[in-house]
């Protein structure tokens, strides 16, 4: 009986370790992700209130998906929000416009350092241009781990890539960007 | 990557970088997952007593019209008052049993 006491009492605290342990390891994880992911959601949504509700909910159900590597969470955070927006996009019946959504209630406009508004140039892009780029160039993800989060194929990713920033860099040239920086 | 695709690497990233938004705390999120997990957790327990709920129900229903069905005719040439208790019986028991499946549950989920 006190044996059986101690045991219970013993395998409690070690899950209240554990469960602190991985409390711990989520703060420095969402300390890490959050602000980019915040980013992408606020590019591809144009809309920050969206953004915040998605973001929360994709943590939340990173939370209670079983136990992962670091680069991995990165990647099904990543498809989870991206899913999660998109499934906010179908119940508003704006589902169709995924591939080609230009009009967006909101701007989000952060980037007043820049030699020129990138933000309005991504504005310009289609909602999966603007992932694909980010994805590329911000977060630096391989052709296959953005093929997983978008769920497009590899070789279909390489092409969306190439094209997205063809169109940027027209846009860029279009809104009278010389190319100061070196 | 040639000179403009670097000009392009180099603006995205900046825009990246200045994007500084008010975040929800990670312990709000976390507490909020916990919670939610409890509540699934806790449902996935109920589930078996819903489903027993379930077949009480369809059970008492069923054996309450076979002996309607099954004594049609005794209902007819007048035995009705023999049989009647027991179908009462069947009724009150499968009207219990519809409305404790329909009975609200004492903590709703909360909305998220």
Same mark, same amino acid.
């Given at each position: 009986?006190?044996?059986?006491?101690?045991?219970?009492?013993?395998?409690?605290?070690?899950?209240?370790?554990?469960?602190?342990?991985?409390?711990?390891?989520?703060?420095?994880?969402?300390?890490?992700?959050?602000?980019?992911?915040?980013?992408?959601?606020?590019?591809?949504?144009?809309?920050?209130?969206?953004?915040?509700?998605?973001?929360?909910?994709?943590?939340?159900?990173?939370?209670?998906?079983?136990?992962?590597?670091?680069?991995?969470?990165?990647?099904?955070?990543?498809?989870?929000?991206?899913?999660?927006?998109?499934?906010?996009?179908?119940?508003?019946?704006?589902?169709?416009?995924?591939?080609?959504?230009?009009?967006?209630?909101?701007?989000?406009?952060?980037?007043?350092?820049?030699?020129?508004?990138?933000?309005?140039?991504?504005?310009?892009?289609?909602?999966?241009?603007?992932?694909?780029?980010?994805?590329?160039?911000?977060?630096?993800?391989?052709?296959?781990?953005?093929?997983?989060?978008?769920?497009?194929?590899?070789?279909?990713?390489?092409?969306?890539?190439?094209?997205?920033?063809?169109?940027?860099?027209?846009?860029?040239?279009?809104?009278?960007?010389?190319?100061?920086?070196? | 990557?040639?000179?403009?695709?670097?000009?392009?690497?180099?603006?995205?990233?900046?825009?990246?970088?200045?994007?500084?938004?008010?975040?929800? *705390?990670?312990?709000?999120?976390?507490?909020?997952?916990?919670?939610?997990?409890?509540?699934?957790?806790?449902?996935?327990?109920?589930?078996?007593?819903?489903?027993?709920?379930?077949?009480?129900?369809?059970?008492?229903?069923?054996?309450?019209?076979?002996?309607?069905?099954?004594?049609?005719?005794?209902?007819? *040439?007048?035995?009705?008052?023999?049989?009647?208790?027991?179908?009462?019986?069947?009724?009150?028991? *499968?009207?219990?049993?519809?409305?404790?499946?329909?009975?609200?549950?004492?903590?709703?989920?909360?909305?998220?």
């Amino acid at each position: 009986m006190f044996v059986a006491t101690i045991t219970r009492c013993l395998t409690m605290t070690e899950a209240r370790i554990h469960e602190r342990t991985s409390q711990g390891e989520f703060e420095a994880f969402y300390l890490r992700t959050a602000r980019p992911l915040h980013g992408y959601l606020c590019r591809l949504s144009g809309d920050p209130a969206t953004s915040d509700e998605v973001l929360q909910e994709a943590y939340i159900r990173m939370i209670a998906a079983p136990t992962m590597e670091e680069q991995h969470r990165k990647a099904y955070l990543y498809k989870t929000a991206t899913n999660i927006l998109r499934d906010h996009w179908r119940k508003l019946k704006r589902g169709k416009e995924w591939m080609e959504l230009s009009h967006l209630t909101e701007h989000v406009h952060y980037n007043l350092n820049l030699p020129v508004d990138m933000a309005a140039i991504f504005e310009r892009l289609t909602a999966q241009e603007r992932a694909v780029l980010w994805l590329a160039h911000v977060e630096e993800l391989s052709h296959k781990e953005i093929g997983g989060i978008l769920n497009v194929k590899e070789k279909s990713v390489r092409v969306m890539v190439f094209r997205a920033r063809e169109k940027a860099k027209d846009l860029l040239e279009r809104a009278g960007f010389k190319g100061t920086h070196e | 990557m040639n000179n403009h695709d670097s000009q392009l690497d180099f603006l995205i990233k900046k825009m990246a970088e200045d994007h500084r938004p008010e975040l929800p *705390s990670p312990d709000l999120i976390w507490w909020r997952a916990h919670i939610l997990k409890k509540q699934t957790q806790q449902e996935r327990i109920e589930r078996p007593m819903m489903i027993m709920r379930m077949l009480a129900a369809i059970v008492c229903l069923a054996v309450f019209l076979g002996l309607l069905a099954g004594n049609w005719k005794q209902l007819y *040439s007048g035995i009705w008052p023999l049989i009647m208790p027991l179908a009462i019986v069947a009724g009150i028991f *499968s009207l219990v049993a519809v409305g404790l499946l329909f009975r609200e549950p004492r903590t709703k989920p909360a909305k998220h």
